[in-house]
C-alpha cells in the first residue's frame, strides 16, 4: 500500500518570503522612488487644490500696496515680518502671469514647499535610514491638518525659511569652510522671508557653539542676525507684536502645547479648524508624553546627546517661544498655520534621537502602515477645509465683480468690509487700489456671465458692494403726486436706472430693500417709509444689464412720477 505524499516542509517558503521581504526593504531605489512619487503626486495636488481658489487677505497687501520698485516697497515689514525675497516672488509673478489667477503664485509656493520636504527627507534618511525617512514625510506631504498653509501661496513666506533653514543645517553638516559659506548665505536669504529663519540662526548657533568655536565660525550666525536687527531699525514695525508679560509666564505651557498639537496634526489626530481642532490637544498631550519617555529610555541608554539633537530642539522650542509671546485668540497654539513648522522641527530632533538605530523589517511594516492611515486622515481633513475657503473664494471674486462694475462711480477710497462685502480684508482692498491693479494685471473678479450663474452667496456679496459703491439710500421727498401702485401691485418692483419716487400710502411702514444679481434674499436695505412719506431711490446705469428689483416688506409702496417743492 502506498504512503500519501507528505505536505512540504513550510520552513524553506517562509525564509524565501522572508529573505524577499529583506531583499525589497534592502533596496535603496525603492525608498527613494516611492519618496519621489510622493513629490509629484503631493505638488500637483496642491497645484489643482490651489486653483479652485482666489487671493483673500495677506495677498492683497503686496499685490495693491507694494505697487512700483522703491526700497520702501520691498523692505517695509508685513504683520512685523520682513518679506524683501516675498515680495520680489509676487512682483515677478504678477508682472509676468499677472493676477487674474492664483495658480502661478500656487506654483511658486508648492515648489518652495516641497523643496522643504525633500531636505527634511535627506535630513532624516541620514539618521534613521531611507524607510522611516519615507514613513515620516509622507504625511508632511498632504498635512491637510496645516491646509491654512498648504492651500495659501502667501505661505510661501513659511516654505521658503523652513527649505533654507533645513538647508543651512545640512550645510553646516559637511564641517568645511563651503559648509559654513554656504550656512550663513542661506540663514540671510531665509530671514528675507519671514522672521521665522531666526530660528535657524539660533539653532546654528547652537550647534557652532557645541565645538567650542563660537570665537571662530560666531559669523556664520552673526551676519544674518546683525543683518535683520538692521532691517528691523530701519523698517521693521512691532504693531503686530503681541509680547507681553502674561505671554511670557505662559510661554512653558504654550510650548508644550505646541509640540502636543504638531505630533497630533503629523499622525491625522487633528480635524484642522475650527472647535474641533482643540481636540488635537487630547490625543497629542498623552502621545507627546509618551514620545517624550521613549526619547528619554532612548538617550539614557545611548549616552549620546548629539549638537544636532540640541539643534533641532533649539529651532523647535524657540519657535513656539516666537509664537507664544505673540499669542492671542487668532494665535493659539493648535493653529493649522502653525502645525507644518512643528511639525517638521519635531521630526528632525526625533530622528536625531533614533540616529543610528536599525529599523528591523517589523518595525519599518508598522511605520509604514501608521504613516498611510496619517496620511489618509490628512488627505479627508484637506478636502472638508477645502469647501470654507471655496466658499471665501466665491464670496471674494462676487465682491471684487461689484467693484468692476461700479467702477465708473465708485469711490476710490471705499474699503470693504465684512458689511459691506461679506468678507473681512481686514482693510487691506479698497476701490482705487483694486481698481488700478486689475487694470495692469488682469481681474480674479468672475465676469458679468459668471457672476450670473455664480453661487448664490457671490450674488449676495456682488449687491452689497454695489449697494455701498452706488451708496444707495433713500432721499426724503416732502410732496408727491401722480402716485399709483406698482404694475399687479407685486411685492418685487423691477427699476430701471435713472431715480425713481416711491411713496408708502399706509397703512403700515414699508421696509424696502433692493437686489440685482442675488436670487434668494434683497441685501441692500434703503430704509423704511412710514404711512404718507416719499422718497426718491437714484440707480445709476452702468454696463451690467441685470435690472435692479425692490422688495417692500410690512407695508405697501407706490410709484410716483413727480415730486413738488414745499409751498412758501
Known amino acids: 500500500m502506498s504512503g500519501a505524499a507528505s505536505p512540504a516542509a513550510p520552513g524553506p517558503a517562509r525564509r524565501d518570503r522572508g529573505a524577499g521581504l529583506r531583499a525589497l526593504i534592502g533596496d535603496p531605489r525603492l525608498p527613494e522612488s516611492l519618496f519621489g512619487f510622493a513629490v509629484v503626486v503631493s505638488g ?113 513666506g513659511y516654505f521658503a525659511p523652513m527649505a533654507c533653514g533645513i538647508g543651512a543645517l545640512l550645510a553646516l553638516e559637511r564641517g568645511d569652510r563651503r559648509g559654513d559659506i554656504a550656512c550663513c548665505g542661506l540663514l540671510v536669504f531665509a530671514l528675507t522671508f519671514q522672521t521665522l529663519g531666526l530660528i535657524f540662526v539660533a539653532a546654528a548657533l547652537v550647534t557652532i557653539g557645541f565645538d567650542r568655536e563660537l570665537r571662530s565660525r560666531a559669523w556664520i550666525g552673526a551676519i544674518p542676525a546683525v543683518l535683520y536687527a538692521l532691517w528691523y531699525l530701519g523698517w521693521g514695525s512691532s504693531d503686530a507684536n503681541q509680547l507681553s508679560f502674561d505671554n511670557v509666564a505662559t510661554s512653558p505651557g504654550f510650548i508644550v502645547d505646541g509640540y502636543a498639537s504638531s505630533l497630533s496634526s503629523l499622525l491625522g489626530f487633528a480635524p484642522g479648524s475650527g472647535d474641533e481642532v482643540a481636540g488635537s490637544l487630547d490625543w497629542g498631550r498623552p502621545l507627546l508624553a509618551l514620545l517624550v519617555v521613549a526619547a528619554s529610555v532612548q538617550l539614557a541608554t ?103 462694475i461700479a467702477r465708473d462711480r465708485v469711490d476710490p477710497g471705499l474699503v470693504l468690509t465684512p458689511h459691506n462685502s461679506g468678507f473681512n480684508y481686514f482693510t487691506l482692498v479698497d476701490a482705487g487700489s483694486y481698481l488700478s491693479a486689475a487694470d495692469a494685471f488682469g481681474s480674479p473678479a468672475y465676469s458679468l456671465a459668471e457672476l450670473a450663474t455664480a453661487p448664490e452667496s457671490a450674488r449676495v456679496a456682488a449687491d452689497k458692494v454695489l449697494g455701498a459703491a452706488y451708496e444707495l439710500a433713500l432721499r426724503p421727498l416732502p410732496a408727491v403726486s401722480g402716485c399709483q401702485p406698482p404694475p399687479g401691485g407685486a411685492g418685487v418692483i423691477e427699476l430701471a436706472p435713472g431715480e425713481t419716487i416711491l411713496r408708502a400710502p399706509g397703512p403700515g411702514t414699508a421696509d424696502l430693500r433692493l437686489r440685482r444679481y442675488a436670487g434668494e434674499s434683497f441685501p441692500v436695505a434703503l430704509g423704511r417709509l412710514a404711512a404718507g412719506e416719499a422718497a426718491a431711490l437714484s440707480l445709476p446705469a452702468d454696463d451690467s444689464s441685470e435690472p435692479w428689483e425692490l422688495e417692500a416688506t410690512g407695508g405697501p409702496v407706490d410709484l410716483c412720477t413727480a415730486a413738488h417743492s414745499p409751498r412758501r
Open 302 to 404: 545611548s549616552r549620546r546627546v548629539s549638537k544636532w539633537l540640541l539643534a533641532a530642539l533649539t529651532a523647535g522650542v524657540a519657535w513656539w517661544f516666537l509664537t507664544a509671546i505673540n499669542a492671542s485668540f487668532f494665535r493659539a497654539a493648535i493653529s493649522p498655520r502653525y502645525q507644518y513648522v512643528g511639525a517638521v522641527l519635531l521630526l528632525m530632533a526625533a530622528a536625531e534621537v533614533w540616529r543610528g538605530r536599525r529599523a528591523s523589517p517589523v518595525v519599518i511594516a508598522i511605520a509604514l502602515v501608521a504613516s498611510l492611515a496619517a496620511t489618509a486622515s490628512n488627505l479627508a481633513t484637506m478636502r472638508d477645509r477645502l469647501h470654507p475657503l471655496e466658499a471665501s473664494t466665491a464670496l471674494v471674486r462676487g465682491d471684487l465683480a461689484g467693484l468692476e
Open 44 to 156: 500637483a495636488l496642491l497645484v489643482a487644490l490651489n486653483s479652485k481658489l482666489t487671493f483673500l487677505i495677506d495677498d492683497w497687501e503686496v499685490l495693491l500696496h507694494r505697487r512700483g520698485f522703491s526700497v520702501h516697497a520691498f523692505f517695509l515689514d508685513h504683520a512685523g515680518h520682513p518679506s524683501m525675497s516675498l515680495v520680489a516672488v509676487y512682483k515677478a509673478i504678477q508682472a509676468t502671469f499677472g493676477m487674474d489667477s492664483l495658480t502661478p503664485y500656487a506654483i511658486a509656493a508648492t515648489l518652495a514647499f516641497l523643496a522643504s520636504v525633500v531636505l527634511l527627507f535627506v535630513w532624516l534618511r541620514r539618521r534613521v535610514g531611507d524607510w522611516l525617512a519615507l514613513a515620516a514625510t509622507l504625511p508632511v506631504l498632504f498635512m491637510g491638518t496645516a491646509y491654512e498653509d498648504l492651500l495659501s501661496p502667501f505661505q510661501l
